[in-house]
T-cell receptor, first 117, second 112 residues
């Protein structure tokens, strides 16, 4: 089954404790992206990757890191989480950014609900 | 001003009703437009891409008005299963790395 998976789905942690949220897709997609969703603010892009070893900042990259060593994986790293990073996080993938612009779907993972105390 | 704005609702409608959502965008050079559906904080799923000529998929019709910078979604003969949050999304000029700019979503509740 074609899908985007994220782990963990739920996480409660404390300020300053490094964590990684994994994202994996099995559709051989070049493009991957991370969003966070907050009430009243909608979904906002954190980082994106056009292909392996190519990553760039989205609208809200502060406090996050990413890597793209393999095509299928795009982990999101919080080196020192803070309470303002409490949010619902979605990973997404697509064949390419141009496929998205052409009207094709960006596939989202099931989400990771993160609480930072 | 937000780049993409929607009326957050909630819209409470009876089964069988016709309901319309509008979404405005501020960047006149935006090039691609979408409606996504999100159920109860699950992942967004593409409902429709919105084309310049307008497009229809069953009970759903999407329209784009570039002059007034808004997109619309019309749902006819609402079903209970249409209850969800509807997100409009836009890709700005020059593709912007495939970034989808989302509105905050409009909540729809269809009642029996």
């Amino acid at each position: 089954e074609a899908q985007v998976t994220q782990n963990p789905r739920y996480l409660i942690t404390v300020t300053g404790k490094k964590l990684t949220v994994t994202c994996s897709q099995n559709m051989n997609h070049e493009y991957m992206s991370w969003y966070r969703q907050d009430p009243g603010l909608g979904l906002r892009q954190i980082y994106y990757s056009m292909n392996v070893e190519v990553t760039d900042k989205g609208d809200v990259p502060e406090g996050y890191k990413v890597s793209r060593k393999e095509k299928r994986n795009f982990p999101l790293i919080l080196e020192s989480p803070s309470p303002n990073q409490t949010s619902l996080y979605f990973c997404a993938s697509s064949l390419s950014s141009w496929e998205i612009a052409g009207g094709n779907e960006q596939f989202f993972g099931p989400g990771t609900r993160l609480t930072v105390l | 001003r937000k780049e993409v704005e929607q009326d957050p609702g909630p819209f409470n409608v009876p089964e069988g009703a016709t309901v319309a959502f509008n979404c405005t965008y501020s960047n006149s050079a935006s090039q691609s437009f979408f409606w996504y559906r999100q159920d109860c904080r699950k992942e967004p799923k593409l409902l429709m891409s919105v084309y310049s000529s307008g497009n229809e998929d069953g009970r759903f019709t999407a329209q784009l008005n570039r002059a007034s910078q808004y997109i619309s979604l019309l749902i006819r003969d609402s079903k209970l299963s249409d209850s969800a949050t509807y997100l409009c999304a836009v890709i700005g000029a020059y593709n912007q790395g495939g970034k989808l700019i989302f509105g905050q979503g409009t909540e729809l509740s269809v009642k029996p």
